[in-house]
């Protein structure tokens, strides 16, 4: 952390004697968040399983509603497991889903969130195009992965920059979850 806070003060101290000299200047943006879930699937990155897995989420909610998951602390049972997987295959066999895929993605994605753990993430990479103190366009260097929601974009020493971030999503786990753009959002007058 304290090194993300030594290149921060460096990109503005930078980006201040770019910008007295009107120069066009690149400024690495700050990614934060991204990790949401949605209330329904209690805490599950569905997204990026459905993803991975080639289906949409809406598809792999339905197939999940038939598991009977283990209560938190315990193990499941070898016939509740054989039973999970059963009712999982049945939902997403008819959409190409193997139980080799089943298994790649579920174990890929599995994380305790009470440890504190996330499941693989890589953070995207982007520089913004800033002229006159005045941000004029982004840059995507690299989209990540692992992004189940938009992340939050900052551009260190410009106040106010709205902009509009995009995910992709990929049976391969180091595209899936990737930022594919970010727009500038004019505001409202």
């Known amino acids: 952390m304290k090194f993300l806070s030594v290149i921060i003060a460096l990109a503005v101290t930078t980006f201040a004697q770019a910008q007295s000299s009107g120069l066009k200047t690149r400024i690495p943006v700050v990614f934060s968040e991204g990790h949401e879930t949605v209330g329904e699937d209690r805490g599950r990155p569905v997204v990026l399983v459905a993803g991975a897995l080639g289906v949409v989420p809406e ?100 106040e106010g920059v709205n902009v509009k971030v995009e995910l992709t999503f990929s049976k391969k786990f180091d595209k899936n979850g990737s930022v594919s753009a970010i727009t500038l959002v004019q505001k409202a007058r």
């Open 59 to 158: 598809v792999f909610r339905e197939a999940f509603s038939h598991v009977h998951p283990a209560g938190a602390g315990e193990r499941p049972g070898d016939q509740q497991v054989r039973d999970n997987k059963a009712a999982l295959m049945k939902a997403l066999g008819k959409y190409g889903v193997t139980n080799d895929k089943l298994d790649a993605a579920s174990n890929y994605y599995r994380y305790v969130r009470s440890r504190g753990e996330m499941w693989p993430t890589k953070p995207a990479v982007a520089n913004a195009v800033v002229q006159n103190g005045v941000v004029t366009g982004i840059e995507l260097v690299s989209g990540g992965s692992g992004y189940s929601s938009p992340p939050v974009v900052t551009v260190p020493g410009v």
